[in-house]
């Protein structure tokens, strides 16, 4: 595997890959790498010539009181990990590299991402698509792998690629999750045992969310709340965003037992922000297709 520290290094050494004909699967992380980044990274391998992985804590993404500071680092150890997973190339530029003067050039997709996480995170979805823009500049990719954890910004990449008519495919992974059902995240290191027990009340509640639908709940609203009750009876969870929303659009609907509905979630667990999500619904969709 090549470790890659500057932009000028990653285009040559892409650009011989190009020139020889080959296709390039491309995984973008901020490191600190775990099971779900592992499997983002055998797609790319297995559909790819040559694969390129990316780490970079990017700090457009994140508020004036977010964790930029103490986001878990350690280049050391992902390195080892992707080598043996045999990685091609990892770049790991340094914020000066990618950002060698304020950014005066923006990339946004309001309609995506000022709702739902964005709404508690301003500006943090645009710091995405900044740098993943960015970044699909500079490996020219033609897949790119990102995780359906962040079922949000997934939607957002997508949509961003198809008005920008970028040529890269953005191929959505199902979210790898703990043998109790939470959801893989390089943030999960930040709990504590109790946090750690306590945080299997987003799964639950996805869970919780399919009873009340197979049970006949036609109601957004009503899901919604049922759902923040749920959540906020286990005493360390802060529900911050409990939405039932059009799993393409992210708009509000009207009915759930029509079409496929998007639970997503964004709880507190202590001071640690994780997310979940689940589409429910796909029997209806499924039955209807079949008939």
């Known amino acids: 595997m090549r470790i890659i520290r500057t932009i000028a290094d990653l285009r040559d050494q892409l650009g011989v890959a190009r020139r020889d004909g080959k296709t390039i699967g491309f995984v973008p992380t901020m490191g600190f ?40 680092r350690d280049l050391a150890r992902d390195g080892t990990m992707l080598e043996a997973a045999g990685v091609d190339i990892l770049f790991a530029p340094e914020v000066s590299e990618m950002y060698p003067q304020p950014m005066l050039t923006l990339v946004d997709v309001p309609a995506l991402g000022n709702q739902l996480e964005g709404e508690v995170r301003p500006g943090h979805f645009a710091g995405v698509a900044t740098v993943v823009t960015k970044l699909f500049n500079l490996v020219q990719p033609d897949r ?8 949000q910004q997934v939607a957002l990449i997508k949509r961003m690629v198809e008005d920008l008519a970028q040529p890269v495919r953005v191929v959505a992974v199902p979210t790898v999750r703990e043998a109790d059902g939470l959801a893989c995240s390089s943030r999960n290191v930040y709990l504590d045992e ?36 749920f959540i906020a009876a286990e005493p ?23 079409a496929p509905a998007l639970v997503a979630l964004f709880v507190r667990i202590g001071t640690t922000r994780l997310l979940d999500n689940r589409v429910i619904g796909m029997k209806s969709v499924k039955n209807s297709r079949a008939a």
């Open 236 to 258: 360390l969870a802060t529900p911050e965003v409990v939405a039932v929303r059009h799993p393409e659009t992210l708009e509000r609907l009207s009915s759930l037992q029509s």
């Open 144 to 151: 790119a792998y990102f995780g359906e954890k962040d079922y």
């Open 33 to 72: 790498l775990h099971v779900g980044h592992m499997e983002l990274v055998a797609r790319a391998r297995a559909e790819n010539d040559v694969s390129v992985v990316s780490i970079f804590v990017n700090p457009l993404q994140f508020g004036a009181n977010e964790d930029l500071g103490k986001y878990p």
């Open 194 to 229: 109790r946090e750690r027990a306590a945080a299997v009340v987003l799964p639950k509640a996805l869970a919780e969310a399919e009873r009340l639908y197979s049970k006949g709940c036609d109601s957004p609203e009503e899901l919604e709340a049922a759902l923040s009750q």
